[in-house]
Protein backbone atom coordinates (compact mmCIF):
# COMPACT_ATOMS: atom_id res chain seq x y z
CA UNK A 1 0.00 0.00 0.00
CA UNK A 2 1.32 3.19 -1.18
CA UNK A 3 0.60 6.61 1.74
CA UNK A 4 0.82 10.48 0.79
CA UNK A 5 3.86 12.31 1.20
CA UNK A 6 2.63 14.41 4.17
CA UNK A 7 1.61 10.75 5.58
CA UNK A 8 4.95 9.22 5.13
CA UNK A 9 6.68 11.91 6.60
CA UNK A 10 4.56 11.98 9.69
CA UNK A 11 5.28 8.26 10.32
CA UNK A 12 9.19 9.19 9.48
CA UNK A 13 9.19 11.98 12.31
CA UNK A 14 7.39 10.01 14.89
CA UNK A 15 10.48 7.38 14.63
CA UNK A 16 12.59 10.12 15.05
CA UNK A 17 13.60 11.06 11.35
CA UNK A 18 14.23 14.69 10.89
CA UNK A 19 11.90 16.10 7.83
CA UNK A 20 10.71 18.89 6.19
CA UNK A 21 8.19 20.40 8.44
CA UNK A 22 4.92 21.21 6.89
CA UNK A 23 0.85 20.75 7.04
CA UNK A 24 -1.32 19.43 4.51
CA UNK A 25 -4.18 21.80 3.23
CA UNK A 26 -7.02 20.72 1.03
CA UNK A 27 -7.97 24.59 0.04
CA UNK A 28 -6.08 27.59 -0.86
CA UNK A 29 -7.59 29.34 2.40
CA UNK A 30 -6.40 26.84 4.61
CA UNK A 31 -3.14 26.67 2.21
CA UNK A 32 -2.33 29.95 3.57
CA UNK A 33 -3.75 29.46 6.97
CA UNK A 34 -1.15 26.56 7.22
CA UNK A 35 1.77 28.63 5.71
CA UNK A 36 0.97 31.09 8.58
CA UNK A 37 0.99 28.41 11.63
CA UNK A 38 4.39 27.21 9.23
CA UNK A 39 5.93 30.75 10.35
CA UNK A 40 4.51 30.74 13.56
CA UNK A 41 6.55 27.25 14.46
CA UNK A 42 9.57 27.45 12.05
CA UNK A 43 10.21 30.92 11.36
CA UNK A 44 10.30 29.75 7.92
CA UNK A 45 9.00 32.91 5.38
CA UNK A 46 9.82 30.95 2.36
CA UNK A 47 6.97 28.23 1.10
CA UNK A 48 7.45 25.27 -1.09
CA UNK A 49 3.47 23.95 -2.10
CA UNK A 50 3.89 20.37 -2.71
CA UNK A 51 0.85 18.23 -4.71
CA UNK A 52 -0.38 15.31 -2.78
CA UNK A 53 -0.86 12.39 -5.28
CA UNK A 54 1.09 8.80 -5.54
CA UNK A 55 3.53 9.55 -7.98
CA UNK A 56 6.93 11.06 -8.30
CA UNK A 57 8.20 13.60 -10.65
CA UNK A 58 5.94 16.25 -9.33
CA UNK A 59 8.52 18.89 -9.39
CA UNK A 60 8.96 18.68 -13.33
CA UNK A 61 5.18 17.73 -13.63
CA UNK A 62 2.41 19.98 -15.60
CA UNK A 63 -0.55 20.59 -14.00
CA UNK A 64 -2.55 20.58 -17.44
CA UNK A 65 -5.42 23.18 -16.33
CA UNK A 66 -2.68 26.16 -15.05
CA UNK A 67 0.43 24.56 -16.48
CA UNK A 68 1.63 25.48 -13.04
CA UNK A 69 4.20 22.68 -12.33
CA UNK A 70 3.24 20.24 -9.00
CA UNK A 71 5.64 21.77 -6.29
CA UNK A 72 6.19 25.44 -6.69
CA UNK A 73 8.15 27.87 -4.06
CA UNK A 74 6.58 30.75 -2.54
CA UNK A 75 8.79 33.17 -1.55
CA UNK A 76 5.88 35.56 0.11
CA UNK A 77 3.30 34.22 2.12
CA UNK A 78 0.98 36.72 -0.37
CA UNK A 79 1.49 34.30 -2.70
CA UNK A 80 0.85 30.99 -1.30
CA UNK A 81 -3.02 31.16 -1.18
CA UNK A 82 -2.55 31.63 -5.27
CA UNK A 83 -0.22 29.07 -5.51
CA UNK A 84 -2.27 26.44 -3.76
CA UNK A 85 -5.17 27.22 -6.01
CA UNK A 86 -2.92 26.96 -9.63
CA UNK A 87 -2.32 23.02 -8.20
CA UNK A 88 -5.54 21.70 -5.96
CA UNK A 89 -8.33 20.57 -7.89
CA UNK A 90 -6.17 20.41 -11.23
CA UNK A 91 -4.86 16.95 -12.87
CA UNK A 92 -1.28 16.51 -12.41
CA UNK A 93 0.29 14.97 -15.38
CA UNK A 94 4.29 13.44 -14.04
CA UNK A 95 6.53 10.91 -15.54
CA UNK A 96 5.16 8.18 -13.21
CA UNK A 97 1.62 9.10 -13.84
CA UNK A 98 0.80 8.69 -17.06
CA UNK A 99 -0.70 10.81 -19.97
CA UNK A 100 -4.01 10.66 -17.81
CA UNK A 101 -2.61 12.00 -14.79
CA UNK A 102 -3.89 12.17 -11.18
CA UNK A 103 -6.23 14.45 -9.18
CA UNK A 104 -4.72 16.52 -6.85
CA UNK A 105 -7.25 16.61 -3.85
CA UNK A 106 -4.23 18.12 -1.33
CA UNK A 107 -1.26 20.10 -1.03
CA UNK A 108 1.38 20.12 1.07
CA UNK A 109 2.62 23.50 2.63
CA UNK A 110 6.20 23.05 3.56
CA UNK A 111 9.21 24.93 5.43
CA UNK A 112 11.32 26.25 2.57
CA UNK A 113 15.24 24.22 3.68
CA UNK A 114 17.52 25.34 0.57
CA UNK A 115 17.61 28.57 2.77
CA UNK A 116 21.51 29.91 2.18
CA UNK A 117 24.46 29.64 4.88
CA UNK A 118 27.69 28.49 5.79
CA UNK A 119 27.36 25.57 2.95
CA UNK A 120 25.73 24.86 -0.51
CA UNK A 121 22.42 22.84 0.06
CA UNK A 122 23.54 19.30 -1.46
CA UNK A 123 20.91 16.83 -2.06
CA UNK A 124 21.51 12.99 -1.30
CA UNK A 125 19.58 9.89 -2.41
CA UNK A 126 18.29 7.16 0.32
CA UNK A 127 16.49 3.79 0.00
CA UNK A 128 15.57 0.90 1.97
CA UNK A 129 14.12 -1.89 0.41
CA UNK A 130 14.23 -5.83 0.64
CA UNK A 131 16.20 -7.49 -1.55
CA UNK A 132 14.55 -11.09 -1.78
CA UNK A 133 17.75 -12.80 -3.24
CA UNK A 134 20.03 -11.81 -0.42
CA UNK A 135 17.41 -12.46 1.68
CA UNK A 136 18.49 -9.47 3.36
CA UNK A 137 17.49 -5.52 3.64
CA UNK A 138 19.24 -3.18 1.82
CA UNK A 139 20.22 0.84 1.79
CA UNK A 140 21.27 2.39 -1.27
CA UNK A 141 22.83 5.35 -1.30
CA UNK A 142 23.69 8.10 -3.83
CA UNK A 143 24.93 11.50 -3.91
CA UNK A 144 23.11 11.85 -6.74
CA UNK A 145 20.06 12.86 -4.96
CA UNK A 146 16.60 14.95 -6.52
CA UNK A 147 17.49 12.85 -9.86
CA UNK A 148 16.19 9.98 -11.45
CA UNK A 149 17.70 6.87 -9.47
CA UNK A 150 17.22 4.61 -12.55
CA UNK A 151 19.22 7.43 -14.56
CA UNK A 152 21.91 7.14 -12.23
CA UNK A 153 22.08 3.02 -11.70
CA UNK A 154 22.29 3.27 -15.64
CA UNK A 155 24.99 5.37 -16.08
CA UNK A 156 26.80 5.73 -13.25
CA UNK A 157 26.49 2.51 -11.23
CA UNK A 158 29.65 3.02 -9.20
CA UNK A 159 27.78 5.83 -7.98
CA UNK A 160 25.21 3.97 -5.83
CA UNK A 161 26.30 2.94 -2.43
CA UNK A 162 24.51 -0.68 -1.23
CA UNK A 163 24.62 -1.77 2.37
CA UNK A 164 22.94 -5.23 3.14
CA UNK A 165 21.33 -5.68 6.68
CA UNK A 166 20.47 -8.90 7.80
CA UNK A 167 17.41 -8.61 9.32
CA UNK A 168 18.00 -10.68 12.30
CA UNK A 169 21.09 -8.47 13.15
CA UNK A 170 19.47 -5.54 12.54
CA UNK A 171 21.44 -2.48 11.26
CA UNK A 172 25.04 -1.91 12.98
CA UNK A 173 26.19 1.33 13.75
CA UNK A 174 29.34 0.49 11.60
CA UNK A 175 27.03 0.00 9.01
CA UNK A 176 25.59 3.75 9.08
CA UNK A 177 28.97 5.24 9.78
CA UNK A 178 29.96 3.92 6.21
CA UNK A 179 27.21 5.08 4.36
CA UNK A 180 27.35 8.41 5.46
CA UNK A 181 31.16 8.05 4.88
CA UNK A 182 31.08 6.83 1.67
CA UNK A 183 28.29 9.77 0.67
CA UNK A 184 31.63 12.28 1.62
CA UNK A 185 30.34 13.91 4.54
CA UNK A 186 32.54 15.11 7.47
CA UNK A 187 31.80 16.75 11.02
CA UNK A 188 28.56 17.61 11.99
CA UNK A 189 26.59 16.52 8.63
CA UNK A 190 28.17 12.95 9.29
CA UNK A 191 26.81 12.33 12.28
CA UNK A 192 23.55 13.51 11.30
CA UNK A 193 23.49 11.41 8.60
CA UNK A 194 24.14 8.41 11.06
CA UNK A 195 21.08 9.34 12.84
CA UNK A 196 19.15 10.06 10.06
CA UNK A 197 19.97 6.61 8.37
CA UNK A 198 19.44 4.47 11.88
CA UNK A 199 16.02 6.52 12.67
CA UNK A 200 14.94 5.30 8.88
CA UNK A 201 15.67 1.77 9.58
CA UNK A 202 13.89 1.91 12.66
CA UNK A 203 10.63 3.23 10.73
CA UNK A 204 11.11 0.80 7.93
CA UNK A 205 11.29 -2.28 10.46
CA UNK A 206 8.99 -0.55 12.53
CA UNK A 207 5.95 -0.11 10.01
CA UNK A 208 6.59 -3.12 7.80
CA UNK A 209 7.48 -1.03 5.07
CA UNK A 210 7.96 -3.03 1.63
CA UNK A 211 10.36 0.41 0.31
CA UNK A 212 11.37 3.54 1.62
CA UNK A 213 12.80 5.74 -1.29
CA UNK A 214 14.25 9.29 0.43
CA UNK A 215 14.70 11.92 -2.61
CA UNK A 216 16.11 13.79 -1.93
CA UNK A 217 17.61 13.53 1.48
CA UNK A 218 18.60 17.64 2.01
CA UNK A 219 21.78 18.94 3.94
CA UNK A 220 21.25 21.84 4.58
CA UNK A 221 23.34 24.46 4.45
CA UNK A 222 23.55 24.08 8.15
CA UNK A 223 24.95 20.62 8.17
CA UNK A 224 21.40 19.36 9.14
CA UNK A 225 20.23 16.21 7.10
CA UNK A 226 16.40 15.78 6.72
CA UNK A 227 13.76 14.26 4.39
CA UNK A 228 12.89 16.83 1.51
CA UNK A 229 10.44 13.69 -0.35
CA UNK A 230 9.04 10.43 1.00
CA UNK A 231 7.78 7.79 -0.68
CA UNK A 232 6.77 4.91 1.87
CA UNK A 233 5.15 1.69 0.88
CA UNK A 234 4.08 -1.05 3.33
CA UNK A 235 3.51 -4.10 2.98
CA UNK A 236 -0.39 -5.34 2.46
CA UNK A 237 -0.16 -8.36 4.37
CA UNK A 238 1.52 -6.80 7.61
CA UNK A 239 -1.61 -4.06 7.69
CA UNK A 240 -3.29 -6.41 10.17
CA UNK A 241 -1.18 -5.33 12.90
CA UNK A 242 -0.94 -1.56 11.97
CA UNK A 243 -4.74 -0.67 11.82
CA UNK A 244 -3.70 3.08 12.22
CA UNK A 245 -1.53 3.03 9.16
CA UNK A 246 -4.11 1.01 7.15
CA UNK A 247 -6.52 3.77 7.92
CA UNK A 248 -4.08 6.19 6.08
CA UNK A 249 -5.02 3.95 2.95
CA UNK A 250 -6.51 6.59 -0.14
CA UNK A 251 -9.05 4.96 -2.36
CA UNK A 252 -9.27 8.09 -4.57
CA UNK A 253 -5.32 6.90 -5.56
CA UNK A 254 -6.07 3.21 -6.70
CA UNK A 255 -7.28 1.79 -9.82
CA UNK A 256 -11.38 1.78 -8.95
CA UNK A 257 -11.34 -1.54 -10.60
CA UNK A 258 -9.18 -3.05 -8.05
CA UNK A 259 -10.21 -1.62 -5.28
CA UNK A 260 -13.65 -3.45 -6.11
CA UNK A 261 -12.13 -6.72 -6.63
CA UNK A 262 -10.58 -6.03 -3.60
CA UNK A 263 -13.75 -6.11 -1.77
CA UNK A 264 -14.69 -9.53 -3.43
CA UNK A 265 -11.18 -10.93 -2.22
CA UNK A 266 -10.28 -11.06 -5.84
CA UNK A 267 -6.33 -10.77 -6.55
CA UNK A 268 -6.90 -8.52 -9.66
CA UNK A 269 -4.18 -5.94 -11.22
CA UNK A 270 -5.37 -4.27 -14.56
CA UNK A 271 -3.06 -4.33 -17.46
CA UNK A 272 -3.14 -3.30 -20.69
CA UNK A 273 -3.98 -5.93 -22.85
CA UNK A 274 -7.15 -7.26 -24.98
CA UNK A 275 -8.05 -10.87 -23.08
CA UNK A 276 -9.15 -11.43 -19.84
CA UNK A 277 -8.15 -14.32 -17.56
CA UNK A 278 -9.64 -16.07 -14.58
CA UNK A 279 -7.42 -18.36 -13.06
CA UNK A 280 -7.44 -20.32 -9.60
CA UNK A 281 -4.13 -19.36 -8.16
CA UNK A 282 -1.48 -17.01 -8.70
CA UNK A 283 1.07 -19.56 -10.29
CA UNK A 284 -1.34 -21.05 -12.81
CA UNK A 285 -2.52 -17.32 -13.48
CA UNK A 286 1.32 -16.64 -14.42
CA UNK A 287 1.22 -19.43 -16.71
CA UNK A 288 -1.96 -18.61 -18.22
CA UNK A 289 -0.80 -15.35 -19.25
CA UNK A 290 2.10 -16.36 -20.77
CA UNK A 291 0.04 -19.01 -22.63
CA UNK A 292 -2.54 -15.60 -23.35
CA UNK A 293 1.06 -13.96 -25.32
CA UNK A 294 2.29 -17.29 -27.17
CA UNK A 295 -1.67 -17.26 -28.58
CA UNK A 296 -0.95 -13.36 -29.88
CA UNK A 297 -2.96 -12.14 -27.38
CA UNK A 298 -2.02 -9.34 -24.47
CA UNK A 299 -3.71 -10.40 -20.87
CA UNK A 300 -5.55 -7.76 -20.10
CA UNK A 301 -5.77 -8.56 -16.89
CA UNK A 302 -3.91 -10.62 -13.88
CA UNK A 303 -7.03 -12.24 -11.80
CA UNK A 304 -6.81 -15.13 -9.04
CA UNK A 305 -10.15 -15.82 -7.75
CA UNK A 306 -8.08 -18.13 -5.47
CA UNK A 307 -8.38 -21.40 -3.65
CA UNK A 308 -12.54 -21.16 -2.99
CA UNK A 309 -14.00 -20.34 -6.66
CA UNK A 310 -17.86 -20.72 -6.89
CA UNK A 311 -20.28 -18.86 -8.75
CA UNK A 312 -20.73 -15.95 -6.27
CA UNK A 313 -16.53 -15.36 -6.94
CA UNK A 314 -16.79 -16.28 -10.46
CA UNK A 315 -19.50 -13.77 -11.48
CA UNK A 316 -17.61 -10.99 -9.28
CA UNK A 317 -14.64 -12.04 -11.68
CA UNK A 318 -16.83 -11.28 -14.84
CA UNK A 319 -18.20 -8.13 -14.09
CA UNK A 320 -14.39 -6.77 -12.96
CA UNK A 321 -12.86 -8.38 -16.37
CA UNK A 322 -16.18 -7.00 -18.64
CA UNK A 323 -16.04 -3.10 -17.37
CA UNK A 324 -12.18 -3.27 -19.24
CA UNK A 325 -13.58 -1.72 -22.66
CA UNK A 326 -10.00 -3.70 -24.11
CA UNK A 327 -11.42 -7.21 -23.48
CA UNK A 328 -12.10 -9.06 -26.61
CA UNK A 329 -12.19 -12.47 -25.20
CA UNK A 330 -11.95 -14.22 -22.06
CA UNK A 331 -10.15 -17.20 -20.80
CA UNK A 332 -11.20 -18.97 -17.63
CA UNK A 333 -8.56 -21.09 -16.67
CA UNK A 334 -9.40 -24.06 -13.67
CA UNK A 335 -7.58 -26.39 -12.17
CA UNK A 336 -10.01 -28.79 -9.91
CA UNK A 337 -8.59 -29.88 -7.17
CA UNK A 338 -10.08 -29.20 -4.05
CA UNK A 339 -12.91 -27.44 -6.39
CA UNK A 340 -14.54 -29.71 -8.95
CA UNK A 341 -14.77 -28.62 -12.45
CA UNK A 342 -18.34 -29.82 -12.74
CA UNK A 343 -18.85 -26.61 -9.89
CA UNK A 344 -17.02 -24.58 -11.73
CA UNK A 345 -18.66 -25.44 -14.96
CA UNK A 346 -22.06 -25.15 -13.20
CA UNK A 347 -20.87 -21.37 -11.96
CA UNK A 348 -19.75 -19.97 -15.11
CA UNK A 349 -22.99 -20.72 -16.57
CA UNK A 350 -24.90 -19.06 -13.42
CA UNK A 351 -23.17 -16.45 -13.53
CA UNK A 352 -22.99 -16.02 -17.44
CA UNK A 353 -27.09 -16.07 -17.03
CA UNK A 354 -26.81 -13.78 -14.09
CA UNK A 355 -25.15 -11.33 -15.71
CA UNK A 356 -26.98 -11.30 -19.24
CA UNK A 357 -25.72 -11.24 -22.63
CA UNK A 358 -22.16 -11.05 -22.77
CA UNK A 359 -20.52 -9.29 -25.77
CA UNK A 360 -17.25 -10.93 -25.34
CA UNK A 361 -16.45 -15.02 -26.36
CA UNK A 362 -15.53 -16.87 -23.45
CA UNK A 363 -13.35 -20.11 -23.37
CA UNK A 364 -13.03 -21.86 -20.23
CA UNK A 365 -10.53 -24.84 -19.46
CA UNK A 366 -11.07 -27.04 -16.63
CA UNK A 367 -8.98 -29.79 -15.64
CA UNK A 368 -8.39 -31.95 -12.73
CA UNK A 369 -11.35 -33.40 -10.61
CA UNK A 370 -14.57 -34.43 -13.30
CA UNK A 371 -12.98 -32.08 -16.10
CA UNK A 372 -14.58 -33.92 -18.67
CA UNK A 373 -18.49 -33.44 -16.76
CA UNK A 374 -17.72 -29.69 -16.78
CA UNK A 375 -16.60 -29.57 -20.70
CA UNK A 376 -20.00 -30.94 -20.90
CA UNK A 377 -21.73 -28.52 -18.61
CA UNK A 378 -19.85 -25.70 -21.00
CA UNK A 379 -20.76 -27.30 -24.09
CA UNK A 380 -24.43 -28.04 -23.29
CA UNK A 381 -25.55 -24.84 -21.77
CA UNK A 382 -25.98 -23.16 -24.97
CA UNK A 383 -23.95 -20.12 -24.38
CA UNK A 384 -21.17 -18.22 -26.02
CA UNK A 385 -18.68 -20.26 -23.98
CA UNK A 386 -16.62 -22.86 -25.29
CA UNK A 387 -14.29 -25.43 -23.33
CA UNK A 388 -11.16 -26.81 -23.40
CA UNK A 389 -9.00 -29.37 -22.08
CA UNK A 390 -5.28 -29.30 -22.71
CA UNK A 391 -3.80 -25.28 -22.57
CA UNK A 392 -2.92 -25.59 -26.20
CA UNK A 393 -6.40 -26.02 -27.34
CA UNK A 394 -7.34 -23.06 -24.94
CA UNK A 395 -4.57 -21.06 -26.88
CA UNK A 396 -5.56 -21.90 -30.12
CA UNK A 397 -9.47 -21.00 -29.30
CA UNK A 398 -8.04 -18.06 -27.61
CA UNK A 399 -6.05 -16.80 -30.95
CA UNK A 400 -9.30 -17.47 -33.13
CA UNK A 401 -11.85 -15.36 -30.68
CA UNK A 402 -9.10 -12.17 -31.42
CA UNK A 403 -8.21 -12.76 -34.86
P1 LIG B 1 9.11 15.03 -6.72
O1 LIG B 1 9.45 15.93 -7.89
O2 LIG B 1 7.73 14.44 -6.83
O3 LIG B 1 10.15 13.99 -6.49
O4 LIG B 1 9.04 15.98 -5.43
P2 LIG B 1 10.17 16.41 -4.36
O5 LIG B 1 9.55 16.43 -3.03
O6 LIG B 1 11.39 15.56 -4.51
O7 LIG B 1 10.48 17.90 -4.75
C1 LIG B 1 10.94 18.25 -6.03
C2 LIG B 1 11.99 19.33 -5.94
O8 LIG B 1 11.48 20.49 -5.35
C3 LIG B 1 13.20 18.98 -5.10
O9 LIG B 1 14.14 18.17 -5.76
C4 LIG B 1 13.75 20.35 -4.81
O10 LIG B 1 14.61 20.75 -5.87
C5 LIG B 1 12.52 21.23 -4.80
N1 LIG B 1 12.26 21.58 -3.39
C6 LIG B 1 11.66 20.81 -2.47
N2 LIG B 1 11.65 21.43 -1.27
C7 LIG B 1 12.24 22.63 -1.47
C8 LIG B 1 12.53 23.73 -0.60
O11 LIG B 1 12.28 23.73 0.60
N3 LIG B 1 13.12 24.82 -1.18
C9 LIG B 1 13.45 24.87 -2.50
N4 LIG B 1 14.01 25.97 -2.97
N5 LIG B 1 13.20 23.83 -3.32
C10 LIG B 1 12.61 22.74 -2.82
MN1 LIG C 1 11.40 13.44 -4.98
Known sequence: MNIHEYQAK?????????????????????????????????????????????????????????DS???VLAKNIDDVQEKAKNILGGTLVTIQTGAEGKK????????????????????YYLSILLDRAKGCNVIMASTEGGMDIEEVAEKHPEKIIKEWVDPKVGLQGFQARKVAFKLGLEGNAFKEMVKFISALYNAYIGSDASQFEINPVLKTSDDKILAVDAKVNLDDNALYRHKDLAELRDLAEEDPLEVEAGKSDLNYVKLDGNVGCMVN???LAMATMDMIKLSGGEPANFLDVGGGAN?????????????????????????????????????????YKSIGDIPVPIIVRLQGTNA???????DESGLKVSSAITLKEAAEKVRAAIS
Open 311 to 351: ATTVEAGFRIILQDPNVKAILINVFGGIVRCDRIANGVVEA
Open 104 to 123: VNKVLVAEDVYYPGASEPKE
Open 281 to 283: GAG
Open 10 to 66: ELLKSYGVRIQEGIVADSPESALKAAKKLHAETGTSWYVIKAQIHAGGRGKGKIQET
Open 69 to 71: NGV
Open 372 to 378: EEGARII
